[in-house]
């Protein structure tokens, strides 16, 4: 089947507000971008997928997705990962694509081969992917496309799992371990941290950013991050 992944980003600039009093602005912005690169890196990688659109306005995200030769689409709306998602959704159908793969730019853990094993498991429905508390919702793969409208933020995953249900289609909620950890509050970002120190060699813009950030003394957690 047909599969194109979908990574909506937001300028960089305003990234990650949550973390604005323990990071400054050019930190957060540093960190947002090194995130995204772990993530479209990862993207790059996994078997099976035919196309993978960047959705965006920020000019430092599209210049990363078209020195790789993906495809940008424009967020002109600027309306939020929902409203960003479904520009993906609709390039998809009026591409042909049968199924899509919705996935943030903030987990930087996330694996190739954890998000091939999603795509292959996902032939007809909805698989979504929850954040690790087990509320929000960090990833969704819908065959068709337009199998539901995504509607991510606070509470997203009873949202999803309603709105499937009311369409009448196959989902499930599965688990995944590199995706479960955004980043948006400090502990967030001190779990992050931990998880770093754990997983030797992954990440490594990430994990770069995140280094950088200690040796200014701008980082709400101690830093090791070796690789």
Avoid at 124 to 137: F, K, L, N
């Amino acid at each position: 089947m047909k599969t194109l992944a979908i990574l909506p980003i937001k300028s960089f600039a305003a990234a990650k507000q949550r973390l604005a009093e323990s990071l400054g602005a050019g930190s957060r912005q540093a960190l947002a971008q090194a995130m995204f690169t772990d993530v479209l890196g990862s993207l790059r990688r996994v078997p099976g997928l035919d196309g993978i659109a960047v959705v965006t306005s920020d000019r430092a995200a599209e210049a990363a997705a078209r020195a790789d030769r993906l495809l940008v689409l424009p967020d002109s709306a600027q309306a939020g990962q929902s409203e960003a998602a479904l520009v993906g959704i609709r390039h998809a159908l009026a591409s042909g694509y049968g199924r899509v793969l919705l996935v943030p730019g903030d987990t930087p853990l996330v694996r190739p081969g954890d998000l091939a094993g999603l795509i292959a498991d996902s032939d007809e429905g909805v698989a979504i992917v929850p954040d690790r508390h087990g509320t929000g919702t960090n990833a969704l793969v819908l065959a068709p496309p337009d199998a539901i409208e995504p509607s991510f933020g606070p509470d997203s995953l009873a949202r999803h799992v309603a709105a499937a249900e009311a369409a009448g289609v196959p989902h499930r909620v599965q688990e995944v371990a590199t995706l479960a950890l955004d980043v948006d509050t400090p502990g967030d970002l001190a779990e992050l941290t931990a998880e770093l120190e754990l997983r030797h060699g992954q990440a490594p813009s990430t994990r770069g950013a995140l280094r950088q950030l200690d040796r200014a003394g701008a980082s709400p957690v101690r830093v090791r991050t070796s690789a």
